[in-house]
């Protein structure tokens, strides 16, 4: 029997990224980079607000925003940039609708935690997504709302378009 990310919690440590508040879809993937493809689109993610960040994030970072983050129109390319340079989990206290459901469409996991803001930049934490619960490094847990196990096995798929390829047998040609 295989296990999947719903199956198993996380016991590895992310990195974290903090931004602040009302982070639109702009500056996920700005405007005028949207005509290009996904590879630079994503080296201009956050450039306002963390200009090193595209070149600096690890595969298995984290980003930690204020509330409100993915306002702004519905471009599925803003929670496809993160995935791109290897986002793993955005944890914030609210998220637009849209973003919530291109990002887990893209295969990008979102947490809604009310206490996002005591993340530290660079602290390492720890995400259960199943059971709701971030863990800190002196294990300190923070509570978040549990996402269901469906919506996580599409996130390890990398997305809707994935899972469906693997649940009918598609293989690119």
Not at 57 to 73: C, L, T
Not at 100 to 115: D, H, I, K, P, S
Not at 164 to 173: A, N
């Amino acid at each position: 029997m295989s296990t999947s990310m719903a199956d198993q919690p996380d016991s590895q440590t992310h990195r974290a990224w903090r931004v602040g508040a009302d982070i639109d879809t702009d500056a996920l993937a700005p405007g005028a980079w949207m005509k290009f493809g996904i590879d630079e689109i994503a080296r201009h993610c956050l450039q306002r607000q963390r200009p090193e960040f595209a070149a600096n994030v690890q595969a298995g970072d984290v980003v930690v925003a204020g509330p409100n983050f993915g306002i702004g129109s519905s471009r599925e390319q803003a929670p496809a940039a993160l995935v791109h340079l290897g986002v793993r989990v955005v944890i914030a206290p609210a998220f637009s609708g849209l973003f919530f459901r291109n990002a887990f469409n893209v295969g990008l996991v979102l947490l809604t935690c009310a206490e996002a803001a005591t993340i530290e930049e660079g602290e390492r934490v720890a995400i259960d997504p199943l059971q709701g619960r971030i863990v800190r490094a002196g294990g300190e847990v923070l509570a978040c709302d549990p996402l269901p196990a469906f919506l996580l096995e599409m996130a390890a798929a990398g997305g809707l378009f994935n899972q469906l390829k693997q649940r009918y047998g598609v293989t690119d040609t």
